[in-house]
């Protein structure tokens, strides 16, 4: 079964820190994904990539970075984070098929 | 682009009634779509892919049925029980060989069965 693992589980960060969120496959997927859930909108893509060393923008990608070093290894990076970051975040990959297998999220909270 | 609009946000029965979940989409050239279920506090785990037009699936409890003369997916879970309390989200592919192979998300359905 496909297998995706993000660290850490769960983060508290100051407002205006730095938070770097990380996502690990072992699926050999090409693609990857970052996402944000918050109640009331389902999930939202915030960037995505298809190949190491590149990263596409997704529908709400402000105040957001992504970076990714190698095709099992692709980080979301809040360089200031703010209050309205405060969410779950999921990381997901997929192959050619398009179903999307989904870690177990990141829970983070900016206070 | 592609919208997808799901349909109730929650919903609320009693263990052995069915609960229908709709999703409408806008894109004629839709392709694959999805079903996700996400128990509390957990992850999104798959529960069904269909892509062929008005197609019925059947898997453990649910049927799914995809009419793409209406731009019309549902879950139907037959004779709900406590342990499918969750939130149902549809997702659906824009169109074949969309850049990224993205997925569009409905917004989820609160599931709430009730013994």
């Known amino acids: 079964e496909a297998a995706v693992t993000q660290s850490p589980r769960s983060k508290v960060a100051v407002t205006g820190g730095k938070v770097t969120l990380s996502c690990h496959q072992t699926?050999?997927?090409?693609?990857m994904y970052w996402y944000r859930q918050d109640t009331g909108h389902g999930l939202r893509l915030i960037h995505y990539s298809y190949v190491a060393d590149s990263t596409e923008k997704g529908d709400i990608p402000d105040g957001y970075k992504a970076s990714r070093p190698s095709q099992e290894n692709f980080s979301l990076i809040l360089e200031l984070a703010s209050l309205s970051q405060t969410a779950v975040y999921f990381c997901a990959s997929t192959g050619s098929s398009y179903e999307q297998y989904f870690g177990p999220g990141t829970r983070l909270t900016v206070l | 682009g592609e919208q997808v609009e799901q349909r109730p946000p929650h919903l609320s029965v009693r263990e052995g009634d069915s609960a229908v979940i709709t999703c409408t989409y806008t894109?004629?050239?839709?392709?694959?779509f999805f079903w996700y279920k996400q128990e509390p506090g957990a992850s999104l785990q798959l529960l069904m892919k269909?892509?062929?037009?008005?197609e019925i699936n059947e898997g453990q409890g649910f049927t799914v049925l995809l009419n793409k003369k209406d731009k019309r997916l549902s879950l139907n879970l037959t004779a709900a029980h406590p342990g499918d309390s969750a939130a149902y989200f549809c997702a659906v592919t824009p169109f074949w060989g969309s850049s990224g192979n993205k997925l569009i998300f409905g917004i989820g359905t609160l599931l709430s069965v009730k013994p």
């Open positions: 269909v892509f062929s037009s008005t």
């Open positions: 699926n050999n997927h090409d693609y």
């Open positions: 894109d004629p050239n839709s392709y694959y």
